[in-house]
């Protein structure tokens, strides 16, 4: 009788850091998913990554970066011209390829405190450690790649090669990293994409997202029962 192939199921946790969850880009009610993520960790997954938010200073996304401009305010940026070449791309598709940033008060910074992983979470729980946001130029809030696929992070490639047939994800913010990270999980389509409600907050707390979330394809599971339930544990 042909057996079901059992599932290989990873955990990717999403900038679970101190300026997300007290510092300078807190989201609300932060501090209350710290719990919820560490015992998530806990369970039992065949491989677990973690990605972080890793800006230079001056980074494009910083308000900082831009005298004059309002924080949370928007501006339209452009892909650089140097990785646009570098990537083989059409130059003269730059100028059409602009996006609306959002400008955020400075925020993981490199090396700085803001930047670490929230305690009690270490990066030593991890298979590994996407870093993201590292260009000044490039914002990115997948863990997979930026908008105009000039950065591609390793996370794909250490998935397929673990054969990860369920995807879940956790962290903050939902409406930003999260979503960004998920929709691309989803688009890979080698592995079912999932997001733990229960482990994510948000900078709005509208919550837009989970519709947005739901018509990409990824599934949404409430709470961590219900995730445990689906581990069987
Ligand atoms: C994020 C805003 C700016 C995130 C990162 O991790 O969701 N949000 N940079
Ligand atoms: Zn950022």
């Not at 450690?129 to 490039?138: A, M």
């Not at 990270?181 to 900078?203: F, N, P, Q, Y």
């Not at 599971?221 to 069987?232: E, M, P, Y």
Request: aromatic residues 6%; charged residues 25%.
């Amino acid at each position: 009788m042909a057996e079901t192939p059992s599932p290989v199921n990873a955990l990717l946790v999403i900038d679970m850091q101190v300026d997300f969850i007290t510092g300078s880009l807190a989201v609300p009610d932060g501090p209350s998913v710290i719990d919820t993520v560490k015992d998530i960790i806990n369970l039992p997954f065949h491989a677990r990554y973690a990605s972080k938010d890793w800006h230079p200073p001056g980074h494009i996304s910083f308000a900082s970066a831009h005298p004059g401009k309002a924080l949370f305010g928007l501006m339209t940026i452009l892909p650089p011209k140097h990785l646009v070449i570098a990537k083989g791309q059409d130059v003269r598709s730059i100028a059409e390829r602009g996006l609306e940033q959002v400008l955020w008060p400075d925020h993981c910074v490199q090396g700085t405190p803001g930047a670490q992983l929230v305690d009690p979470l270490r990066e030593d729980q991890f298979d590994a450690i996407i870093l993201k946001g590292t260009d000044p130029g490039v914002e990115c809030y997948s863990a997979f790649k930026d908008p105009w696929e000039l950065l591609i992070s390793d996370l794909e490639a250490l998935l397929r090669e673990k054969r990860v047939t369920d995807l879940y994800i956790v962290g903050v913010a939902g409406d930003y990293c999260v979503k960004a990270s998920a929709i691309d999980a989803a688009k890979v389509g080698a592995w079912k994409t999932w997001v733990v409600r229960e482990g994510v907050r948000s900078v709005s707390t509208e919550g837009k997202e989970w519709d947005i979330l739901k018509s990409a394809g990824v599934g949404i599971i409430d709470t961590i029962s219900d995730l445990k339930a689906r581990l069987g544990v």
